[in-house]
């Protein structure tokens, strides 16, 4: 039988990552493919950041921003 295995590969900037890093605990503008959207940076991944806003998390992947900024 043939046995077909799926990968998953997701590219991801590593100087993006770092400085996002850097702004853990920070509120931030992040401009994505669609809106731009503020709030508190609570946890980045090499693939999405978590931004809070009135208490609810936001995942927003990696390759949908477009700029990040400290508000």
């Known amino acids: 039988m043939n046995s077909q295995e799926t990968t998953f590969v997701s590219n ?7 400085a996002v ?3 853990i605990g920070s509120m931030i503008t ?3 493919t669609k809106n731009p959207v503020q ?4 946890s980045a991944a090499p693939d999405h950041i978590v931004i809070e806003i009135n208490k609810v ?3 927003i992947r990696t390759q949908q921003i477009v ?3 400290p508000s």
Do not use: A, E, H, R
């Open 57 to 59: 998390p936001f995942f």
């Open 67 to 69: 700029w990040i900024s």
């Open 12 to 18: 991801y900037d590593p100087f993006v990552y770092q």
């Open 21 to 23: 890093n850097s702004l």
């Open 39 to 42: 709030g508190m940076l609570t």
């Open 30 to 32: 992040v401009q994505t």
